[in-house]
Structures are given as structure tokens and as C-alpha cells.
């Protein structure tokens, strides 16, 4: 055994001295070197836990972002729809023709309506009209926290429903705010405004500015936990952006004034339908558009789909008489006649393998073209345009807007029927220039009417203030109106003049037509009805009026259509009183005074 050696410390107390081997062996000093190798050690382990972090990070960051945060918000974010509120029609007035009135939308929170579903979907199905299945599926969805039940429930019903259920003990079905379609006056310009479908606008201008009045939907995303919502957790707000008003040129209480003449001359004549326009004669404005039968724009489920939509602009037909302004008007413009031309008018007119009537019998006569317009000679209106070619005639007609659509603005306009002067023979141009092989739609007619009213200039017609953009991206409205000399001013003076003998007691064949205290010149038209799907005149007449007043300074147009009477009479005796009692009411809501004009004395015999 090797010797040991001792140290003596400073204060003479002897220690042993190990010998080398001694100090290997000691327990302790084996402790002494354990915190490298722990401190290796724990550094291995903290490496291969930050692997998996990494490891991890990467799977959630770079492989499948999508797909993982999809899965955390199934499991616990909720997105609710913020509904925006639809843009509200307004009449030139600014009162409402349509807007949007607090509804609620009945929502469920299937966590905590699952276990009762059946009992909810028997009480939501029978007080909400909605589908008993569907209802019970959207009660019982697993792993969501928010279902919508029904959407736009008038305030009053879903607050009945829901205390219904409260009082039953129900929980999970909750109201949120969800602006409903409202018509103020039911079914005034009904068909030209359109209506509300559960989650699209159908029809009228509901659908053709959709894009401006709906707005955009905003939402709301919050975090629960345990069924309820985290208040440090995720809460994101996009506020919905509500739709912009559109501000149109209608006057409601004369909508609504037109609408009642319209409806009542249908009843009375037991016609099929009708239409009604009153126009600004200066602007070119639609202050009324009437269609008969209408519908109740909050209830267009209750209405026959036919009268849904708008006659005056979709549906075409061959306007008659009152085309015979246009082919004078254009011929006076050509100088080919004057009011005072003097016309021989034989009982009947062969042409080809056709005879041309009158719509009244009668020997030889002699008119002047004043006296063919007063009394509505067919006869003498095709003698006189002899004096055009085709081409000339059909170049007019186009000017004043025939045959091709007014761009005011609205869906499913009809362009109508006008054929090309260069194909058109000389018996067509015969019938088109007293009205019949010409189809229009009843606005453009009104145009056309009111052209001759404006001194000649056509403006198109406008049914929007300011402007707007349709569906299609198509600008239109008053600001955007376009104006167009079709016949010069004198042209349509005097043919405005000779409109006056038409309602003349002693020389036309409309004085039901007169309005009191004013010079009005106006026009009749009655044609016959095509059946369209014959192609045929199914014996059916359409009979119309149209006209202007004050005839020497024209504040308004108005043209009345009746199609399809069951009572006999032309556009003189059935549309002429319609005609008066609208343009009465137009003058005396406006304040337009009585001029000092006196009546037309153009002779109409020779």
C-alpha cells in the first residue's frame, strides 16, 4: 500500500493527503463532473422537442395553412352576415315608393337546440312558413354554432315566436336584425318597380339597378368556448355598406291617379289591358307609367305572373291612328303637303290585291289633310303619303324612335316591329302610314307623340333623376337624355294644330277628349289586334288617345291604350274621357294656367 502523506494547515491541524487512486474512487467527486454531462444531456432533449416545434410550424404554416385554420374555426369561431339595407326608391318628391322596414331573422345555435329539434321544427315550420326537414337538419348541424332559420320575418311575428318558445322552455333560437321590402302604396308603379324575392330582386327596377340598391353584406367573427362567445378572443367586425336611394322622375300622387282612371276605363269597357303615360312635354320626363290589371308589389305571389311586369314597355302592338300625326307631320316637313291640301276621298281605295277602308262609310268626299287628321281617313292619309317612297317614310319613323328600343332604362324593352324602307313594299308602307304592320311599345309612342309636342325635337324618355346604371352597364337618365330635331318647328306647329280639330265638338271625332278651359290636341287610334300565335288579326281591336296641353304651349303628354274591349267604340269614346280626366288632373296639380289661345279653325272640308 503506498505511503500516505499528511498536510498541516495554517492553524497546525493535520489532514491525510489521498493518494490519486483514493480520489477516483470517491462517490462524491463522481457527482462533481455530472453537470457537463447533464448539460449535454438537456441539450439533446431541448433540440429534439424544438424539432418538433419546427416540425410542426412548418405542417401548419407551409404545407396546409388552409385546411388547419378551417378546422380551428369549425371548432370554435362563428361568422355571422351584418345584412346591408337595400337602397330606397324614391319619386321625384322624394317619397318612397319603395323601401326597407326592421325584420328580424330567426337564427339557431344547433349546440344548444339538437337535443330538442323536432319540438322547435313543428313550432318554426307552422309560425314561419318554413320546410319542417330542412329546419330540423339546420337544428341538429353538428359542430356549428349558428343556422339560419328564416330571413326577413316581420319584427312583430318573430317576437311572438320567440316568446313562444322561451315560455316553453326552449332555448338556442335568437333574433338578429334583417331589413325587409317594403311598397308603401302596395301597388303603385308596382310594375315598374318590380319586387323582392327571399334573396334577389325579380323584375322592374328592383333587378335592373340591383347592383346600386343592395349594398354589400358585412360580418361579424367572434370565439366561443363551451357555448359561449370568448370576450378576449377573436371578435372581427366588417360593417355592412347599405345600398344607394335611386330617385326616380315618377310623381306618386299622379301614379297613383293614373292607375285609378286606367283601372276603372278597364272595368267599364271590360277590356283585357290597358297602359297610361304621362309625360313632361319639355324634359321628355315619365312622371306616370300605369299598367292595368297591376299586382300588389307585397304580395306578388297573389298576382297572375301575365300582369307582373310592365305592358308599356315589354309588350308591343300596332298603334293606329295616332300614327297618322307622324306621316303628316313628316310629310308637311318635306314639303310634299300642307294643312290646307285639299284631298279627294273615294268610300274605298283598291291597292294591289287589297281594298283601303274607313272605319266610317261615306261616298265621295273631299277633305283637306287637316280634315283627314280630324276625322281619321284612312283613305286620305294613304292618298297623301303617295307623295313618300318607302325609304322616306321609314327614314321619319325611325327619327321619332320607331323600331327601335327608348333606352329608358328598364328590362325586356321591345324594340317593336318597323320594316327597312329599302324591302318594304308599296302595300306595307300603305298600312304603316295609317298604323297598322308597325308595331311599337306604348312608351315609345308616347315619344313619338310627345315630339310633335316639343316643337319637333324628340327627347328620350327618362324614368330615372340624375343617373343611374342598369344591369347591363348602360348609363341612363335624365342627365344623359339626348334631344334630336326630327321634323322642324313649324311642321310640328302646324300639325299641332290640326290635333285640335280632332277633339273639335263640331269637326273631329273625340271632344270627349277636351279638357275644360284648355286647347288640347290629341289624337285617336284604333287597330286591329294580331294574334301572335296565328300571326293573324284575331278580330280584336286595340283603341288609344294620345295627346298634349296646352296645345299652344305643351306642358304635358299623355297616351292612354286600352287592348281588346268588349264594348264597342273607338279611341275617340273609350280612351278619350281616360285621356281628359288624366290631363285635367296633371294641369291642376301643376298649376299650369290656361293659356290665351284660341282654337284651331283649319277647315277640313273644301
Keep these: 500500500m503506498p505511503p500516505s502523506f499528511v498536510l498541516t494547515t495554517l492553524d497546525g491541524v493535520t489532514l491525510p493527503h489521498e493518494t490519486t487512486s483514493e480520489k477516483r474512487l470517491r462517490p462524491q467527486d463522481a457527482r462533481r463532473g455530472a453537470p457537463h454531462f447533464r448539460l449535454r444531456f438537456g441539450l439533446i432533449v431541448i433540440a429534439i422537442v424544438l424539432s418538433f416545434f419546427g416540425a410542426r410550424l412548418v405542417q401548419l404554416q407551409g404545407i396546409d395553412p388552409n385546411s388547419y385554420a378551417a378546422m380551428a374555426a369549425a371548432e370554435s369561431v362563428v361568422e355571422v352576415t351584418l345584412p346591408a339595407e337595400r337602397g330606397d326608391i324614391l319619386d321625384r318628391n322624394g317619397l318612397p315608393l319603395a323601401d326597407s322596414i326592421h325584420g328580424k331573422m330567426v337564427v339557431a345555435?344547433?349546440?344548444?337546440?339538437?337535443?330538442?329539434?323536432?319540438?322547435?321544427?313543428?313550432v318554426l315550420s307552422q309560425r314561419l312558413d318554413v320546410d319542417y326537414f330542412k329546419t330540423l337538419t339546420r337544428l341538429r348541424e353538428e359542430g356549428s354554432r349558428f343556422e339560419y332559420i328564416a330571413r326577413r320575418v316581420p319584427s312583430t311575428l318573430a317576437g311572438d315566436v320567440l316568446s313562444e318558445l322561451d315560455e316553453a322552455g326552449y332555448e338556442g333560437i335568437t333574433l338578429r336584425d334583417d331589413p325587409i321590402r317594403d311598397y308603401p302604396?302596395?301597388?303603385?308603379?308596382?310594375?315598374?318597380?318590380g319586387f323582392m324575392g327571399t334573396d334577389e330582386a325579380l323584375g322592374g327596377l328592383e333587378r335592373?339597378?340591383?347592383?346600386?340598391?343592395?349594398?354589400?353584406?358585412?360580418?361579424?367573427?367572434?370565439?366561443?368556448?363551451?357555448?359561449?362567445?370568448?370576450?378576449?378572443?377573436?371578435?372581427?367586425?366588417?360593417?355592412?355598406k347599405n345600398g344607394a336611394p335611386l330617385t326616380t322622375t315618377i310623381d306618386q300622387d299622379l301614379q297613383w291617379f293614373t292607375q285609378r282612371v286606367l283601372t276603372q276605363t278597364l272595368r267599364q269597357y271590360r277590356a283585357k289591358s290597358g297602359v297610361a303615360i304621362v309625360q313632361d312635354s319639355r324634359t321628355g320626363e315619365v312622371m306616370a307609367l300605369a299598367d292595368a290589371p297591376t299586382f300588389n308589389a307585397n304580395k306578388p305571389l297573389e298576382a297572375d305572373e301575365d300582369d307582373l311586369g310592365s305592358r308599356a314597355i315589354n309588350d308591343a302592338y300596332e298603334p293606329g291612328s295616332v300614327q297618322k300625326v307622324l306621316t303628316a307631320a313628316s310629310l308637311i316637313d318635306?314639303?310634299?303637303?300642307?294643312?290646307?291640301?285639299k284631298l279627294r276621298i273615294p268610300p274605298n281605295l283598291p291597292r294591289q290585291d287589297r281594298v283601303i277602308g274607313d272605319w266610317f262609310d261615306h261616298g265621295n268626299i273631299r277633305l283637306t289633310l287637316a280634315g283627314v287628321i280630324a276625322k281619321s281617313s284612312n283613305i286620305g292619309t294613304v292618298l297623301a303619303a303617295d307623295a313618300f317612297t318607302p325609304v322616306d317614310l321609314v327614314g321619319y319613323l325611325q327619327k321619332f324612335g320607331l323600331g327601335q328600343r327608348t333606352g329608358i332604362g328598364m328590362r325586356g324593352e321591345s324594340p317593336g316591329i318597323l320594316t327597312p324602307g329599302d324591302v318594304m313594299t308599296s302595300q306595307t308602307k300603305d298600312r304603316v302610314a295609317f298604323g297598322q304592320s308597325v308595331s311599337v311599345n306604348a312608351v315609345q309612342m308616347a315619344t313619338a307623340v310627345n315630339t310633335i309636342a316639343n316643337g319637333g325635337v324628340r327627347i328620350s324618355p327618362s324614368i330615372i333623376r340624375g343617373s343611374a346604371t342598369t344591369e347591363d352597364g348602360t348609363v341612363v337618365g335624365t342627365d344623359v337624355a339626348t334631344e334630336e330635331r326630327v321634323v322642324s318647328a313649324r311642321a310640328a306647329k302646324q300639325t299641332a294644330r290640326m290635333m285640335e280639330r280632332v277633339v273639335d265638338e263640331d269637326a273631329g271625332v273625340a271632344p270627349r277628349a277636351q279638357v275644360p278651359g284648355y286647347?288640347?290636341?290629341?289624337?285617336?287610334?284604333?287597330?286591329?289586334?294580331?294574334?301572335?300565335?296565328?300571326?293573324?288579326?284575331?278580330?280584336?281591336?286595340?283603341?288609344?288617345?294620345?295627346?298634349?296641353?296646352?296645345?299652344?304651349?305643351?306642358?304635358?303628354?299623355?297616351?292612354?291604350?286600352?287592348?281588346?274591349?268588349?264594348?264597342?267604340?273607338?279611341?275617340?269614346?273609350?280612351?278619350?274621357?281616360?285621356?281628359?280626366?288624366?290631363?285635367?288632373?296633371?294641369?291642376?296639380?301643376?298649376?299650369?294656367?290656361?293659356?290665351?289661345?284660341?282654337?284651331?279653325?283649319?277647315?277640313?272640308?273644301?
Design 185 to 193: 302604396a302596395d301597388d303603385v308603379a308596382a310594375n315598374l318597380l
Design 109 to 122: 345555435d344547433p349546440f344548444m337546440t339538437a337535443d330538442d329539434a323536432p319540438a322547435l321544427a313543428t
Design 519 to 606: 286647347l288640347v290636341a290629341g289624337k285617336t287610334g284604333t287597330a286591329q289586334r294580331v294574334d301572335p300565335d296565328c300571326g293573324c288579326y284575331d278580330g280584336s281591336t286595340s283603341v288609344s288617345f294620345g295627346g298634349f296641353a296646352p296645345a299652344d304651349d305643351p306642358r304635358f303628354t299623355v297616351y292612354v291604350v286600352l287592348h281588346d274591349p268588349q264594348v264597342d267604340g273607338g279611341g275617340g269614346s273609350i280612351s278619350g274621357p281616360a285621356f281628359s280626366r288624366i290631363m285635367g288632373y296633371a294641369l291642376s296639380r301643376y298649376r299650369v294656367p290656361p293659356t290665351e289661345g284660341k282654337p284651331s279653325r283649319l277647315p277640313v272640308e273644301w
Design 334 to 341: 318635306a314639303g310634299k303637303v300642307t294643312p290646307r291640301t
Design 208 to 240: 335592373t339597378f340591383d347592383a346600386q340598391l343592395s349594398g354589400t353584406d358585412g360580418t361579424a367573427r367572434f370565439q366561443t368556448g363551451g357555448g359561449n362567445r370568448i370576450p378576449l378572443g377573436e371578435n372581427t367586425v366588417v360593417p355592412a
